[in-house]
């Protein structure tokens, strides 16, 4: 989509680069009924949702081979891609069935859109399916760029996903900030120069200030009181 009409490159941040899941959206129960499916067809028991949300991150692949680890079956590359094409079949038919986002993101999304800033999205999540999420929950006009698990060859901690979007968008590192809730976003963030802040009740099976983001934010809510504090400090010449 177009760029917002009132968009002014002068002011910081000139871009906020968001994660997905447990940054925006609550996916992990539809992430979990497409494990649960899978290791059940394995004769495995389910993982509950709570078990679910702290395996999350760091793409499809890794997602499969926590749920087995978590099951006690230690799976080898060979057998987790086995079973990546049925696990994607199955979670692109639920990933909307139950997946929501607050009306308290939405409102900070629509807040930063007002302002012109530049939203993009830096997931891991396959490209299709969060496409598809965006479009079911209404997100999809806040994103200028959406750069997937698939989409570049490689996936977050590497930078090149989160330079991508950049590069998309037209901004620098220093004229950005991304959000996310993960090792991974804060993996990205530090690969590519930009400062990066977590949510505090995202995905992730550490405390989140042991991430070593920049900022740890008291809520996505919070963000648009609390981002002018988090401008980088201009270098004197």
């Known amino acids: 989509m177009s760029q917002p009409d009132n968009m002014a490159n002068s002011t910081w941040p000139g871009a906020i680069i968001w994660d997905l899941d447990g940054t925006l959206i609550d996916s992990a129960p539809d992430l979990a009924t497409a494990l649960n499916t899978v290791l059940n067809d394995q004769g ?11 395996m999350i991150g760091a793409g499809v692949a890794k997602l499969i081979e926590r749920a087995f680890r978590g099951s006690r079956v230690k799976l080898d590359a060979a057998g987790v891609e086995a ?12 990933a909307t069935d139950t997946t929501t986002v607050s009306p308290a993101t939405r409102r900070v999304l629509n807040y930063f859109y007002k302002a012109g800033v530049l939203q993009g999205l830096c997931t891991n999540k396959p490209e299709a399916v969060t496409r598809k999420i965006l479009h079911a929950l209404d997100m999809h006009c806040f994103f200028s760029s959406v750069i997937g698990g698939d989409s570049t060859a490689q996936r977050k901690p590497h930078p090149l996903p ?36 977590l949510v505090p009740d995202g995905y992730t099976g550490v405390p989140v200030e042991s991430l070593g983001a920049d900022f740890v934010l008291n809520g996505l809510s919070t963000l648009p009181a609390e981002i002018n504090s988090f401008r980088p400090v201009q270098k004197s010449a």
């Open 44 to 54: 495995l028991n389910s993982l509950t949702i709570p078990q679910v949300r702290t």
């Open 83 to 94: 079973l990546m094409p049925g696990f994607m079949e199955i979670y692109s038919n639920c």
């Open 162 to 197: 989160l330079q991508t979007v950049m590069e998309q968008l037209g901004v620098t590192p220093d004229e950005c900030i991304m959000v996310g809730d993960s090792g991974a976003d804060v993996g990205a963030a530090r690969a590519a120069g930009v400062p990066v802040a």
